[in-house]
């Protein structure tokens, strides 16, 4: 005989792929009825049209189904009230709502930051985010880079958060990474055109009013130089450390250097240096060619007493996986740059902060 609270006990074991809690914790079971070897489930969706529905479906049922004995599992998929979502908000704000900019958290913020622009912060972030996320951490990615945003694109989460209630916006779920983008939020075509204190706002919600849930990590992409944006994310985060993303240039590593002050004006530590574009290896000669020339990274390091953590070649790879939401990382582990990547990662990952 199969009973209710063998079900519920299943259904406590579903996760909600966005808010990373229980379903039965997060209010979502609505019904449960059992009647014989049949088990019908109702189950409410925080937000209508959640892109994650078919994937909460597919959890109830298998859930349901390894119940010895159920012969049929049935699922109803239904959405909350704006009430039960507001319910839920204030049930997760003080818990979930991120704790990130405490004092005492205990989540690892790497911050992706470069001089200049254009040099692969956007690349690395997404990269060494997905690394992360392959070597079992729970991980996050903020895209800080509010008018030059592309973390959206190239982890393809374009869909809007959902907005539980006030104060409480869901991080879109790519692949159990949990990524925030203000492209998220206007059209890839639509400048964004605001001043500082508008900016300070948006970061400082991105922080403090997006449930990432535990996280090991958050990466941030940090927009290039040392404006408005950089400056409050270091005031925010103090014990954040920077990951500084270079070219081979000497120019490049330079203004990198700037940033590096910037960091240690607040006392965030740089944690190391990805020289970017760092060579392109020939497919026919298989010798590495120094495009860009070498040295600027090698010597910043140097001057700031950290490591160079890794050497990213040019790869024609990174910016097809750039547009279509792959990173190289994930769907190309074996190649040269997929594996600095990945060592990166793991230096990122021994580091004691
Ligand atoms: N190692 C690499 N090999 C080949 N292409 C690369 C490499 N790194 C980055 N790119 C490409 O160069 C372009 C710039 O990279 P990316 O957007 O990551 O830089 P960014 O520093 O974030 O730039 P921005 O300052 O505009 O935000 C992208 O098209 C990207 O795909
Ligand atoms: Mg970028």
């Known amino acids: 005989m199969i009973t209710r609270e063998q079900v519920m006990e299943r259904l406590a074991t579903v996760m909600d792929p966005e808010i990373h809690k229980p379903i039965t914790e997060l209010g979502m079971v609505e019904a449960v009825e059992v009647e014989g070897d049949k088990v019908r489930c109702a189950i409410k969706l925080t937000v209508a049209g959640c892109p994650l ?49 405490k004092k005492d958290s205990t989540v690892r913020v790497l911050i992706c930051g ?70 998220m939020l206007v059209d890839e075509n ?19 009013e997006v449930a990432w849930g535990e996280l090991d990590y958050l990466v941030i992409d940090a927009p290039p130089g040392t404006g408005d944006v950089a400056i409050s994310l270091s005031q925010e985060l103090p014990k954040a450390r920077v990951l500084l993303v270079t070219t081979p240039q000497e120019a490049a590593a330079r203004v990198a250097g700037r940033v590096a002050q910037m960091a240690g004006k607040v006392g965030q530590e740089v944690i190391g240096i990805v020289e970017n574009m760092a060579y392109f290896r020939c497919p026919n000669c298989g ?38 939401g792959e990173p190289v990382v994930w769907s190309h582990p074996e190649t040269e740059s997929a594996k600095v990547f990945l060592a990166i990662a793991q230096a990122v990952d021994k580091a004691t902060w």
Do not use: C
């Open 190 to 208: 639509t400048p964004v055109m605001w001043r500082g204190p508008m900016l300070h706002k948006l970061v400082d919600q991105f922080l403090n």
């Open 114 to 183: 470069s001089g200049k622009g254009g040099v692969g912060k956007s690349t690395v972030t997404v990269n060494v985010a997905a690394a992360l996320q392959s070597m079992g951490r729970s991980v996050g990615v903020l895209d800080a880079d509010v008018y030059g945003f592309s973390v959206s694109r190239m982890l393809a989460a374009r869909q809007q958060p959902a907005v539980l209630g006030d104060g409480v916006i869901v991080p879109v779920d790519v692949h159990d990474v949990r990524v925030i983008s203000m492209g």
């Open 287 to 324: 010798d590495a060619h120094e495009i860009f020339g070498r040295g600027g990274a090698q010597r910043l390091a140097r001057e700031l007493h950290v490591p160079l953590l890794g050497q990213v070649p040019i790869d024609p790879a990174l910016p097809v996986g750039g547009d279509m």
């Open 53 to 101: 529905s078919s994937r909460i479906e597919d959890d109830v049922r298998a859930a349901v189904a390894a119940i010895p004995g159920v012969e049929e599992v049935s699922v109803r998929l239904d959405v909350m009230t704006p009430q039960e979502r507001e319910d839920l908000a204030n049930r997760l704000r003080p818990h979930h709502v991120s704790t990130i900019t």
